[in-house]
């Protein structure tokens, strides 16, 4: 088999993996070496699908001794396989470099004879483009669960991000669907690659020259959609990985499917685009808006509204908190308001100082004024002829993107659902919203 044909197998097999960030780190090129790492030297473009496009995103063998009913590499599954040498792919990613077609490497594999084996293969690779070829562009390393903690250690000061895969947001969902794969295995690493992190960062604040272990952080990815697991556990599960991992990000991955089995959802099934797209808007307002999972979803309330975005449906269930005083309000408070992000509320905090704020100048600060002039008063005021009751509010407050999205996802029998006279009552119904006030 030509190192073309290999080429091709392995970077279609490698499409369902969307845990390729490569944000992070700020590695300058110097005299004898190849490439750069630094901010601005990595391209951040993605293809339709959400997958980066500046990486060569690539498996080091499809072959695996795993059987995970939703993979299209199990080894019950017959496909055609193939098999990298260490020198064949680290080649390649010179060559691709060198010709402009890239700027690092995504390298995860499957496992071929055991964990350890498939480890050594993956940290060949590294060792010959860090030390024959003096590559000192990205590179994104799966660590392989299962494999033992000198050779995760050794891939950690070689690779500028790990990632290891949770895969399936609950256990009784990995037991099911993984039976070669269990919960202690995964996280293992993610504990060694986390301490690891934490150990350098303080040999870094004593030795300013003390060499770096994955400088870009460590992710994971979860699939969504494969099982019955509601946002509500997936959520909590996120919220969880970050305070106890440290992890830069948890990736969604809508479930594609791509085998028949009675455990699994129909081959016509269509990917909940959807559905990812509000868990990764829920993720952004853990990390960066001070949001908590149990403040989003509940129990009783386990999935977020399709046609709604989360920080909206929050609002819209604590009118109570609202109408937020611009001119007085602390920042956390203005990160509440939909349509105010990090950058606005501290422009509004540093505008403020300076003069009163009238809803003309919170527009000319990034306000999104569509959203958030429900929910805000400025010198006690509100928009002049605005009307705010809930179901006006809920109306406006409804993403066009999200229902055209929704009925791409939904059967061609229920298409009427949004005809305009029926539309609002049944999206109202699609997902209790708790409007309190």
């Not at 969902?173 to 995964?186: G, Q, T, V, Y």
């Not at 060499?211 to 992710?219: D, L, N």
Request: aromatic content about 10%; hydrophobic content about 40%; charged content about 25%.
């Amino acid at each position: 088999m030509t190192t073309m044909e290999k080429l091709k197998i392995l970077t279609d097999a490698a499409k369902y993996d969307v845990a390729c960030t490569s944000s992070g780190v700020d590695r300058p090129g110097k005299k004898g070496g190849l490439g750069s790492a630094q901010f601005s030297g990595i391209c951040h473009s993605f293809a339709a699908d959400g997958r980066c496009i500046s990486l060569l995103k690539v498996l080091y063998t499809n072959f695996c001794i795993c059987d995970c009913k939703y993979c299209v590499n199990r080894r019950s599954n017959d496909v055609k396989r193939a098999s990298f040498t260490p020198r064949e792919l680290a080649e390649l990613t010179i060559g691709f470099y060198k010709r402009n077609y890239i700027e690092g490497l995504f390298l995860s594999s499957g496992i071929i004879k055991n964990p350890d084996y498939t480890c050594e293969q993956m940290l060949k690779v590294l060792e010959l483009l860090r030390g024959e070829y003096h590559f000192r562009g990205y590179i994104h390393v799966k660590a392989i669960p299962g494999a033992d903690d000198q050779l995760l250690k050794k891939l950690g000061m070689l690779a500028d991000r790990m990632s290891v895969n949770v895969e399936l947001p609950s256990e009784e969902s990995l037991n099911r669907l993984c039976p070669d794969k269990n919960r202690k295995a995964i996280f293992h690493p993610m504990g060694l690659i986390s301490s690891g992190i934490q150990v350098r960062t303080k040999e870094l604040a004593q030795y300013r020259y003390a060499p770096k272990f994955v400088p870009a952080g460590q992710s994971t990815q979860m699939i969504i959609g494969a099982t019955k697991d509601t946002d509500y556990q997936i959520l909590n599960l996120a919220e969880s990985l970050y305070q106890k991992y440290q992890l830069k990000r948890v990736f969604f991955s809508a479930y594609v499917p791509v085998a028949e089995n009675a455990l699994l959802p129909p081959l016509q099934t269509k990917p909940p685009l959807l559905r990812e797209h509000r868990l990764y808007q829920a993720d952004w307002l853990l990390r960066y808006y001070g949001f908590e999972a149990r403040e989003l979803l509940d129990q009783e309330h386990p999935q977020f509204n399709p046609v709604i975005d989360p920080k909206c449906n929050w609002a819209l269930q604590h009118m109570d908190f609202f109408p937020v005083e611009v001119n007085c309000a602390d920042y956390h408070a203005l990160l509440r308001v939909p349509g105010v992000g990090p950058k606005s509320a501290k422009a509004i905090l540093q505008a403020r100082r300076a003069a009163t704020l009238d809803f003309t100048g919170l527009k000319k600060l990034g306000v999104v004024l569509k959203r958030a002039q429900y929910f805000l008063t400025c010198s006690g005021r509100i928009v002049d002829g605005l009307r705010v009751t809930p179901d006006i509010v809920l109306r406006n407050l409804i993403s066009q993107q999200g229902i055209e999205m929704l009925k791409t996802e939904a059967p061609p029998e229920q298409l009427s659902f949004f005809s305009p006279t029926e539309s609002f009552e049944q999206i109202k119904q699609l997902m209790p919203i708790r409007i309190r006030g």
